[in-house]
């Protein structure tokens, strides 16, 4: 089974403050995903990346970076924290290639900024 | 671009009764389709796709889904809903390698 880990389920941070969200799979997929989920508007793309060192913007990379050195883990960093960007964050990965191949998702992870 | 709409904020269904969860899309080219369940505090888990070929699609936990080309939908369904059925269902067509989500609909299958 694929597995897609998240370095924390909950976390709570101020504003200002440089957040790192960690995401690790276990089945050698070269893409890997960034997404931020809210009520009513679904998932929305922040990046992707699909190589080491490879990266690319989704539809809301504002205020976002990431970074991929190893082909298992990408993170997802926030420079500085706003309270707009309470969410809840998932990373999710897959085989490159056919547009079919489908995403696996980790757990999630509920973030707050105060 | 493409897109995806889930009409429908929340499905309430009895127990027993068949379900339906809409979903319709836009895009350019060939559609590949996607629905996706989010248990509570969970992450997604895929159900079921559409590639080509036969439209009526079979996945897991007994859900399938019926594409339509001239209506442009991919609705989910399920011939007789359990409780434990409930849960937020995502609609997906991908483009390449990224996926566009619709918003999600909420299912609550009563006793």
């Known amino acids: 089974d694929v597995k897609v880990t998240q370095s924390s389920r909950y976390l709570v941070k101020r504003t200002g403050e440089k957040v790192f969200l960690e995401c690790v799979q276990d089945?050698?997929?070269?893409?890997m995903f960034w997404y931020r989920q809210d009520p009513g508007l679904g998932l929305r793309l922040i990046y992707f990346?699909?190589?080491?060192?490879?990266?690319e913007k989704g539809d809301i990379p504002e205020g976002y970076s990431v970074s991929r050195e190893k082909k298992e883990r990408f993170s997802l960093i926030l420079e500085s924290a706003s309270t707009n960007q309470t969410s809840m964050y998932l990373c999710?990965?897959?085989?490159?290639?056919?547009?079919?191949?489908?995403?696996?998702f980790g757990p999630g992870t509920r973030l707050t900024v105060l | 671009a493409q897109s995806v709409a889930q009409p429908e904020d929340q499905v309430n269904v009895a127990e027993g009764n068949p379900l339906t969860v809409k979903c319709t899309y836009s895009?350019?080219?060939?559609?590949?389709l996607f629905w996706y369940v989010q248990y509570p505090n969970r992450g997604l888990q895929f159900l079921l796709k559409?590639?080509?070929?036969?439209?009526l699609v079979k996945g897991s936990y007994g859900f399938e889904a019926e594409f339509n080309k001239s209506q442009t939908s991919f609705h989910l369904k399920k011939p007789s809903a359990l409780v434990s059925d409930s849960a937020l269902y995502f609609c997906?067509?991908?483009?390449?390698?990224?996926?566009?989500f619709g918003g999600g609909t909420r299912l609550m299958v009563k006793p």
């Open positions: 999710a990965s897959s085989l490159l290639g056919l547009a079919g191949n489908e995403q696996f």
């Open positions: 089945m050698d997929h070269e893409n």
């Open positions: 990346s699909y190589d080491v060192k490879m990266k």
């Open positions: 895009v350019s080219g060939n559609p590949y």
């Open positions: 559409y590639i080509t070929g036969d439209n």
């Open positions: 997906a067509v991908s483009a390449g390698n990224m996926l566009t």
